[in-house]
């Protein structure tokens, strides 16, 4: 069966570096997402993506988040200045249509650890 | 933006055992979706109810919505040590993203 995949499965960078999460869709998904898990909280929505460009986005999703499909299969999270704040889980999702009708398939995410 | 809230937060039962979570939300929705967590892992969808349903089934799984309560519920039946892992309920209303509450951590006893 067709999966999400993401890398790396971990990432530690030092506070004001930059980082870049990938992730592979499945191929055939038109609508991507971003969410991000605090350990031991809820799973947040951080941004969507459709048409190659950002549908919805968060509050959290600021100016130092910014998403990108450098080309046919890739789809990227970038932070620019990360903070210890940003630690987390962060898990891409795609899904075949809008989500008023599809479910989203999870990737198993890539542990971020910011020292 | 709103989100579900589940209910109860942990759970532990003895295999074999029926398993019962409960989502709970504050506006309207267009659709909920109930989904699971093994440790480490990502979020694996299970069902996705509409609002104008009010019961679906998948194998063991059994998922009930009721738009005049707000609320939802997941029952696992036959319960096995496998489905030890967290489950969540998700909540698209009129932006139709998905938004994800804390959780029910569910153990199942062998």
């Known amino acids: 069966e067709p999966e999400v995949t993401q890398t790396p499965s971990h990432q530690v960078t030092q506070m004001g570096q930059e980082v870049i999460l990938r992730c592979v869709p499945i191929?055939?998904?038109?609508?991507f997402y971003w969410y991000r898990q605090i350990l031991g909280q809820k799973v947040e929505f951080l941004v969507s993506?459709?048409?190659?460009?950002?549908?919805?986005k968060s509050e959290i999703f600021d100016d130092q988040f910014s998403v990108e499909r450098p080309d046919g299969s890739n789809f990227t999270l970038k932070i620019r200045s990360t903070k210890l704040e940003d630690s987390a889980m962060y898990f891409c999702?795609?899904?075949?249509?809008?989500?008023?009708?599809?479910?989203?398939?999870f990737g198993n995410g890539t542990r971020l650890t910011v020292t | 933006s709103q989100q579900g809230e589940e209910d109860p937060q942990a759970l532990s039962i003895q295999e074999g055992e029926n398993a019962t979570m409960n989502c709970s939300y504050k506006?309207?929705?267009?659709?909920l979706q109930w989904y699971r967590q093994n440790s480490g892992r990502g979020l694996v969808h299970l069902i996705l109810?509409?609002?104008?349903?009010r019961e679906k089934h998948s194998g063991r799984l059994r998922v009930t919505l009721d738009t005049s309560k707000k609320s939802s519920s997941l029952l696992i039946t036959a319960s096995r040590a496998a489905d030890t892992a967290s489950y969540f309920c998700?909540?698209?209303?009129?932006?139709?993203?998905?938004?994800f509450g804390r959780g029910t951590s569910l153990i199942v006893h062998p």
């Open positions: 506006t309207s929705i267009n659709n």
């Open positions: 998700a909540i698209s209303g009129g932006s139709y993203i998905p938004t």
């Open positions: 109810i509409r609002s104008n349903e």
């Open positions: 993506f459709y048409n190659n460009e950002i549908s919805e």
């Open positions: 191929s055939n998904h038109l609508y």
């Open positions: 999702a795609s899904s075949e249509i809008s989500v008023t009708g599809s479910p989203l398939h």
